[in-house]
């Protein structure tokens, strides 16, 4: 019998490329996705045993169905795998996010993991299987205006340890996944949010905050032009679903090695210089790339 596999948030990128491999790779995949013309378009174009399933992880109901649809896939067999990569993107500085859209963004990034994954954690003992939860380099540094988003990463990060070690003495296993910039249609969504923070800093007088957004611009930009595929980050969840020894933590792309796994680790005041070094920088690519047609002294929208 094949190993089953649930994945959230598969309708695009990272968990689009992961039900891809591990279909590919004779695994059942089920895969959740929020709309009904977003399974059929992964069946349509993957081929394999992919079954989507509606699943909104802030939705108990629809968690609850996720869990009879494992139930009736897995029997008695368990869950081998459950890939926690639902989230959404959202860009701000505290001052300025609303309690509201910290609560909303938390709900998705960090509470639904821990939804899905309480609902989900008997079969996933049943098989002595693998959970796998897709971070970010948010999760290891948090870049001014990334507060809400690297929150619910940071978030991720203290589950999964905790949870790594709460079943150490089980034959499940914890990984964590921290890539870098992906060329993904995350960073499409983000539009939207660098649109409203134009708005925002037109009308706030916060000298302050006038840096963020060319800097998020050409962070966005560059995430958009040099993102890496999100088949690399599949190839790291697939290593953790079946490697016999998985790790405890990836580390994928460059950016993510040089942030999350060198400045992250520097000394604090080393470590302030080197982040002011870099927005300084994507502060000053973002402005030379900034239309035309933007006022002086008004933050430019979004390309």
């Given at each position: 019998?094949?190993p089953?596999?649930?994945?959230?948030?598969?309708?695009?990128?990272?968990?689009?490329?992961?039900?891809?491999?591990?279909?590919?790779?004779?695994?059942?995949?089920?895969?959740?996705?929020?709309r009904?013309?977003?399974?059929?378009?992964?069946?349509?174009?993957?081929?394999?045993?992919?079954?989507?399933?509606?699943?909104?992880?802030?939705?108990?109901?629809?968690?609850?169905?996720?869990?009879?649809?494992?139930?009736e896939?897995?029997?008695?067999?368990?869950?081998?795998?459950?890939?926690?990569?639902?989230?959404?993107?959202?860009?701000?500085?505290?001052?300025?996010?609303?309690?509201?859209?910290?609560?909303?963004?938390?709900?998705?990034?960090?509470?639904?993991?821990?939804?899905?994954?309480?609902?989900?954690?008997?079969?996933?003992?049943?098989?002595?299987?693998?959970?796998?939860?897709?971070?970010?380099?948010?999760?290891?540094?948090?870049?001014p205006?990334?507060?809400?988003?690297?929150?619910?990463?940071?978030?991720?990060?203290?589950?999964?340890?905790?949870?790594?070690?709460?079943?150490?003495?089980?034959?499940?296993?914890?990984?964590?996944i921290?890539?870098?910039?992906?060329?993904?249609?995350?960073?499409?969504?983000?539009?939207?949010?660098?649109?409203?923070?134009?708005?925002?800093?037109?009308?706030?007088?916060?000298?302050?905050?006038?840096?963020?957004?060319p800097a998020?611009?050409?962070?966005?930009?560059?995430?958009?032009k040099?993102?890496?595929?999100?088949?690399?980050?599949?190839?790291?969840?697939?290593?953790?679903?079946?490697?016999?020894?998985?790790?405890?933590?990836?580390?994928?792309?460059?950016?993510?090695?040089?942030?999350?796994?060198?400045?992250?680790?520097?000394?604090?005041?080393?470590?302030?210089?080197?982040?002011?070094?870099?927005?300084?920088?994507?502060?000053?690519?973002?402005?030379?790339?900034?239309?035309?047609?933007?006022?002086?002294?008004?933050?430019?929208?979004?390309?």
């Amino acid at each position: 019998m094949a190993p089953v596999v649930l994945i959230t948030g598969t309708s695009t990128g990272v968990g689009a490329a992961c039900v891809a491999r591990l279909a590919a790779g004779g695994w059942t995949v089920l895969a959740g996705v929020r709309r009904v013309a977003d399974g059929e378009a992964l069946i349509a174009r993957v081929a394999g045993d992919v079954r989507p399933l509606l699943l909104d992880v802030t939705d108990e109901a629809a968690i609850e169905r996720a869990e009879e649809m494992v139930r009736e896939v897995c029997g008695g067999r368990g869950l081998r795998g459950l890939v926690n990569n639902a989230g959404v993107p959202l860009t701000g500085p505290v001052e300025l996010v609303s309690v509201e859209q910290w609560r909303e963004h938390l709900e998705v990034n960090l509470l639904g993991a821990v939804a899905v994954t309480r609902a989900l954690f008997e079969h996933v003992r049943a098989a002595g299987g693998r959970f796998v939860f897709v971070g970010s380099q948010s999760g290891r540094i948090a870049l001014p205006g990334t507060s809400t988003y690297a929150a619910g990463k940071y978030g991720l990060e203290a589950l999964t340890e905790a949870l790594h070690h709460e079943l150490a003495a089980t034959p499940m296993r914890v990984a964590l996944i921290v890539p870098g910039q992906i060329d993904t249609p995350l960073f499409d969504k983000v539009g939207g949010d660098l649109a409203r923070l134009a708005e925002q800093l037109q009308h706030v007088d916060r000298a302050e905050y006038q840096h963020l957004l060319p800097a998020a611009r050409a962070y966005v930009r560059g995430g958009q032009k040099l993102g890496m595929d999100p088949d690399r980050v599949a190839r790291r969840v697939e290593h953790a679903l079946s490697a016999a020894h998985p790790r405890r933590r990836y580390l994928v792309g460059v950016d993510a090695r040089l942030l999350a796994g060198v400045v992250a680790r520097l000394p604090d005041p080393l470590r302030d210089q080197t982040v002011a070094a870099v927005i300084r920088a994507y502060a000053w690519a973002g402005r030379r790339t900034a239309p035309a047609s933007a006022a002086p002294g008004k933050a430019a929208g979004p390309s």
